[in-house]
Every structure is written in C-alpha cells, then in structure tokens.
C-alpha cells in the first residue's frame, strides 16, 4: 500500500482558499457588534423617552394643572370655607397661582388673624391660617337691631360664625363702648384697647374669674377718661371701679361682696374707687335720683 500525499498547488495558494474561514468569522463578528451597538442606541432612547416622559407627566404637567391645596390651622372654618375665599382663583394653575392674591382675598376676613401661602414645586399650595379668638363680647345697634360682636386680643370686632358657642366663663359682656361707625375688621377706640389687654390677661389664668361677672360696664368720663362698673353674676350689686382690672382687683373686689351678702343689707352699689370702699342702698339710691330730678 502506498501512501499519497497531497501538497496544495500554487493555484491555491494565489486563492487563499486556507483563509476563507477566517474572513468569514471576522465578518460575522463586525455584524453581531453592530447589532449589539444598534441594540444599546434603541434601548438609550428608550430610557430617554421614558424618561422624558416621566418629567413630563410628574413635573410638568402637574405645573399647568390645577394645584393641589392643603389647607391647616382652622377650627371654625373647613377648608371648603377657605376654597371659597379663593374661588376667583379656580382656574389658575400652579404656575399662575398668585400667593400674594391668595393671602389679601383670605386675610380680608375679619374672623381671620394672619394666613401663611406657599407654593410647593410641582403642583401643591400650603395654606396655614390662624383665627380670632374672642376674649369679649359687645353689643353693637345696626339698623335697629341689636348684633353681638366678638373682641379679639387686639381690640378687632368681628361678628363671629352664628351658632358659635361663647364660654361665658371665659368671655364676659363688655357695654358702654362708644363705638359710633361700626364696621367689621375695625378695632375699639385706642383708649378701651388697655381694658382688652387686662381682660386678656385674666381669661388666661386658671382660675375662671369672669364666670363670676356676667357684665363690664364702661362708664366714660370727662376728658376722655373712663371707670368700669362690674356687675357680679350672683348678685344685682354694681361694682364701681377705677380702669385697674386685674386679678387682685377682682378677688378683693369677691371679698366684699362676701362681706356685704353676710350683712344682708339691700346694698345695690358699692364703691372700690379711691383705695376705700363705701356703698350705696337702694333707699339712698332712690332719694339721689329724686334729687337729680329736681
């Protein structure tokens, strides 16, 4: 048996038939990283667009819609009442939302102190208000008819939601004010606005004084001065006192009527003015006015 061998001619040589494999797979490698680069650019901007629309719907969007309120720190009001307030501010989106605008159509008011407004980016407006609280009440004459008005701590009269229970504990009835042009959001005469003061002071002690005053009578004087006149819940005896209404005052002022209830006399005024007390009995009471009249 012979053995054949068979050396490749220089035909075949010339025609790189022993390197065709290789360019082939070379060739097919450019194409598979082609397609895997193609893959990466499609899968790119798709991340993009999704990403695009994510900004799109989360921030942009939100912006030109109508914002999201929330309003806090109300007790008598509800955050439909407050809506109201900014009705004319329904069609506005966050963008045009105007806090400045928001904050005066809310603070106008009476029955509100101060209002905070901000915006919150993309879409939300923080509305934080604080009411009045009343720390007396007066009667105030409107086209003959008789409204209770509440006083705040700054001396601000406002008229108060109807139906709204007043601690009489708490709050006492303040007369005599002369208030000649009443308008709601105004304040007291400057010169009451000390009595407020006190009132404030001794509604905020613990113990309920003014649950023993079912009145505070504001007596004017000459050049523009005025005393106070209490009118004790337990009993029809006026009080005369001068404008110094605290919390020794009203206890001393306890003391004697303890004193006066014990004598059982038909004492109707007693008078703490002047560091000294006197009184007055209805007999005498009477024969004064009988001499006034004459």
């Known amino acids: 048996m012979s053995d054949i061998s068979v050396l490749p001619s220089d035909e075949y040589l010339d025609k790189d038939y022993f390197l065709s494999a290789d360019i082939n797979n070379s060739a097919?490698?450019?194409?598979?990283?082609?397609?895997?680069?193609?893959?990466?650019?499609?899968?790119?901007?798709?991340?993009?667009?999704?990403?695009?629309?994510?900004?799109?719907?989360?921030?942009?969007?939100?912006?030109?819609?109508?914002?999201?309120?929330?309003?806090?720190?109300?007790?008598?009001?509800?955050?439909?009442?407050?809506?109201?307030?900014?009705?004319?501010?329904?069609?506005?989106?966050?963008?045009?939302?105007?806090?400045?605008?928001?904050?005066?159509?809310?603070?106008?008011?009476?029955?509100?102190?101060?209002?905070?407004?901000?915006?919150?980016?993309?879409?939300?407006?923080?509305?934080?208000?604080?009411?009045?609280?009343?720390?007396?009440?007066?009667?105030v004459t409107m086209k003959d008819d008789t409204v209770a008005m509440q006083i705040d701590k700054n001396g601000v009269i406002f008229e108060g939601k109807k139906g709204l229970n007043i601690d009489s504990n708490k709050i006492p009835i303040i007369s005599g004010l002369p208030i000649e042009y009443l308008a709601q959001g105004m304040r007291i005469p400057s010169k009451y606005r000390p009595l407020i003061d006190q009132i404030t002071k001794i509604s905020e002690l613990?113990?309920?004084?003014?649950?023993?005053?079912?009145?505070?009578?504001?007596?004017?004087?000459?050049?523009?001065?005025?005393?106070?006149?209490?009118?004790?819940?337990?009993?029809?005896?006026?009080?005369?006192?001068?404008?110094?209404?605290?919390?020794?005052?009203?206890?001393?002022?306890?003391?004697?009527?303890?004193?006066?209830?014990?004598?059982?006399s038909d004492v109707c005024e007693i008078d703490l003015r002047y560091g000294s007390v006197s009184y007055r009995t209805k007999k005498q009471l009477k024969n004064d006015e009988i001499i006034l009249n004459n």
């Open 206 to 264: 613990p113990q309920s004084y003014f649950a023993g005053i079912s009145e505070i009578c504001v007596q004017p004087k000459e050049f523009g001065n005025y005393e106070l006149a209490l009118i004790p819940s337990q009993s029809h005896i006026k009080v005369l006192t001068d404008r110094s209404l605290n919390e020794e005052a009203l206890k001393y002022m306890m003391v004697v009527l303890d004193v006066v209830k014990q004598l059982g």
């Open 28 to 139: 097919t490698s450019e194409k598979t990283e082609k397609k895997i680069k193609i893959i990466k650019v499609v899968f790119v901007i798709l991340c993009l667009v999704l990403a695009g629309e994510f900004v799109y719907y989360k921030v942009i969007m939100p912006g030109f819609s109508s914002p999201k309120i929330t309003v806090s720190g109300q007790n008598r009001f509800s955050a439909q009442d407050i809506g109201q307030m900014i009705l004319s501010m329904s069609n506005d989106n966050w963008h045009t939302f105007d806090v400045e605008k928001a904050n005066a159509l809310i603070s106008s008011n009476p029955e509100i102190e101060s209002v905070v407004v901000e915006k919150k980016f993309p879409d939300k407006v923080f509305i934080n208000i604080v009411e009045r609280e009343p720390v007396a009440l007066t009667f």
